[in-house]
């Protein structure tokens, strides 16, 4: 349903000034009254993108062509979803489809170039991944990085989300699919916290698990000693006051950013040593990733860092 073009101009307008969240409420304005007007779903779609929401994008896009199937630019604006969301072959199938019906734009061109180049990245990666998990499986000198999103030389990346530097995706509790002792480190930054409070001595001790004698953990988590004095210190802000919190909580903005315990120098170096680590000590960064141990956003360091030790 058209509500008219000065309402639509406003949201462009807004769109074309990076204005994301500013387009985003008048779009549900509109969708308030009119929810079936793919117009607005499909500007609320663009709001979603700018704003790096692409689930939330591709959700409004897929609405907007229920309405408007025959839309070219729907179709397009969803493969440039979909290209965001790393899924290349999906996009693919929808640009050959599109093109093959006459719609030979050169932004459908274009996109379907780049839905090639990002195939054949996945491609190559897949291949270099499966060896790096089969060489990790395999049991020769390698390090671990649980959490990490980051691809660096001699690391494999683990996490519980897929991304373009993981290579392989798995929960820090579950560490079956690698052989004992296979690892000379094994580095996890601010994910201890997000395991339940139960399952933390069986975690540890699966870390322990595929080191290698002499091999030594890392591990980063929020620092509560330092969260807890920040919290109840009267410089801060209300605002600054409910991002700590946010830091002891989690930011819950997904299904895995939930944080379920709390740790101290005191308490995790005692579970650490009570699965089977030795040699626990704090250090001031580890300098390895581009992550939160190293964060201090209120001029002190706001992680525990502690390194340990798999005796041979």
Known sequence: MNQGGSHYELVRVSLQANRFAKAEARCRSLLQSHPDDHQALYYLGIAMLGQGRLTEALENLQHALRFAPANGDYWLKLTEVLLELERPAE?????????????????????????EQALRQVSEREIAREQAIQDARDGPASNLCVGGTEAKPGWLILNIQPGPDVDEIG????????????????YASHVLE???????????????????????V?????????????????????????????????????????????????????????????????VERFGLFLDTSDCAPYGEPISLNLIAFREA
């Open 91 to 115: 996009a693919l199938d929808i640009l050959d489809d599109l093109i093959g019906k006459g719609l030979d734009w050169p932004s459908a061109l274009d996109l379907k170039t780049r839905a």
């Open 171 to 186: 929960d820090i509790r579950d560490l079956s699919m690698f052989a004992d002792q296979c690892f000379e480190e094994v």
């Open 194 to 216: 997000h395991v339940p409070q139960q399952f933390v001595i069986e975690t540890l001790q699966g870390l322990y698990r595929i080191l290698k004698p002499n091999g030594r």
């Open 218 to 282: 890392m591990i980063s988590v929020p620092d509560m000693d330092v969260l807890c004095r920040g919290f109840l210190s009267e410089r801060f802000s209300f605002a600054d006051r409910v991002e700590i919190m946010r830091m002891m909580f989690g930011g819950q903005v997904n299904e895995y950013d939930f944080h379920f315990v709390g740790f101290n120098y005191e308490i995790l170096s005692r579970l650490l040593t009570a699965a089977g680590f030795s040699r626990v000590r704090r």
